[in-house]
């Protein structure tokens, strides 16, 4: 069992940039995932970024490619996401979610059994 709990969210106008950050009750073991989701009132959970800790291999969705890094430092037990050049669509709850056992960089809501509690970002044009 894992505990995450985020930080980072905020305002910011559409260009800029915020680094999230996800602080885990443990360290990640070796073949967990961690990722990054995010979410619209009355829509589905998007999964935006995703690591495998086995080897570091990243899955990031279109929409935020070439625009958001996530990464793990294993010292701290912090999961980071780091987004620059936001858009306003952008704007969401994001939430940080750990996976028991993986074989990749799972990106699918349900493959994630322990979430945080969530952090609004709002990105104004």
């Known amino acids: 069992q894992v505990q995450l709990v985020e930080s980072g969210g905020g305002s910011v106008q559409a260009g800029g940039s915020l680094r999230l950050s996800c602080a885990l009750s443990?360290?990640?073991?070796?073949?967990?995932?961690l990722g990054w989701f995010r979410q619209v009132l009355g829509k589905e959970r998007e999964g935006v970024a995703s690591?495998?800790?086995?080897?570091?291999?990243?899955y990031y969705a279109d929409s935020v490619k070439g625009r958001f890094t996530i990464s793990i430092d294993n010292a701290k037990n912090t999961v980071y996401l780091q987004m620059n050049n936001l858009k306003p669509e952008d704007t969401a709850i994001y939430y940080c979610?750990?996976?028991?056992?993986?074989?990749?960089?799972?990106?699918?809501?349900?493959?994630?059994?322990?979430w945080g509690q969530g952090t609004q970002v709002t990105v104004s044009s």
């Open positions: 443990r360290r990640p073991y070796s073949r967990n995932c």
């Open positions: 690591i495998f800790t086995g080897d570091g291999r990243t």
């Open positions: 979610a750990a996976a028991d056992w993986c074989t990749g960089p799972e990106i699918l809501a349900y493959q994630y059994r322990y």
